[in-house]
T-cell receptor, first 117, second 114 residues
Framework: DAGVIQSPRHEVTEMGQEVTLRCKPI?????LFWYRQTMMRGLELLIY????????DSGMPEDRFSAKMPNASFSTLKIQPSEPRDSAVYFC???????????????FGQGTRLTVV | GNSVTQMEGPVTLSEEAFLTINCTYT??????LFWYVQYPGEGLQLLLK?????DKGSNKGFEATYRKETTSFHLEKGSVQVSDSAVYFC?????????????FGTGTQLKVEL
């Protein structure tokens, strides 16, 4: 398997523009996570999907952020409008959760480095 | 809620030195515990895990033991190499609140010098 695939790897955009980050989870995985990593805050969970349904979006910082998972093999994280403080590395991760399974490993993509100028 | 606290970095060691990175946690349920490693420019990779009290996770010479009495999961390695230079994250997951979400510590940067 190719692992979790994110695109683009790097994105530079101007303040106010819309940004869309994409993620393809590992085939067969039923949980998907979006994380943001910054020097100041470390790794923050933004949103968590299970079976394509958003379970917890309490980490989404503002209404400017939205995430979708239209099917089991694709998810997007959109920022509209973008601001310089959104500059960070955004990671997507996926895992396979089965009922009563403990210690499920999450597999991470290589991340998208977003710079908003 | 759940939280993970790990020692501040950066940690700088000489090659072949002994490594300990401390990690303690707070959880409302019965968590599983993980150590992830992040090499420069890459995503996180699972290093080792433990799913219940007194379990020891091990991989690539690294070890960590799930200590419920002290709510700790300290990472150790007897002899580090330059190639171990990376950022190490302690994490936990449990099903409390719905779903198997990972909560991460802030990360500890390790630098190993010759």
């Amino acid at each position: 398997d190719a692992g979790v695939i994110q695109s683009p790897r790097h994105e530079v955009t101007e303040m106010g523009q819309e940004v869309t980050l994409r993620c393809k989870p590992i085939s067969g995985h039923n949980s998907l996570f979006w994380y943001r990593q910054t020097m100041m805050r470390g790794l923050e969970l933004l949103i968590y999907f299970n079976n394509n349904v958003p379970i917890d979006d309490s980490g989404m910082p503002e209404d400017r952020f939205s995430a979708k998972m239209p099917n089991a093999s694709f998810s997007t994280l959109k920022i509209q409008p973008s601001e310089p403080r959104d500059s960070a590395v955004y990671f997507c991760a996926s895992s396979l959760e089965a009922g009563g399974t403990w210690g499920t490993e999450a597999f991470f993509g290589q991340g998208t480095r977003l710079t908003v100028v | 809620g759940n939280s993970v606290t790990q020692m501040e970095g950066p940690v700088t060691l000489s090659e072949e030195a002994f490594l300990t990175i401390n990690c303690t946690y707070t959880a409302t349920g019965y968590p599983s515990l993980f150590w992830y490693v992040q090499y420069p420019g890459e995503g996180l990779q699972l290093l080792l895990k433990a799913t219940k009290a007194d379990d020891k996770g091990s991989n690539k010479g690294f070890e960590a033991t799930y200590r419920k009495e002290t709510t700790s999961f300290h990472l150790e390695k007897g002899s580090v190499q330059v190639s171990d230079s990376a950022v190490y994250f302690c994490a936990l997951s449990d099903f409390t609140g719905g779903g198997n979400k990972l909560t991460f510590g802030t990360g500890t940067q390790l630098k190993v010098e010759l």
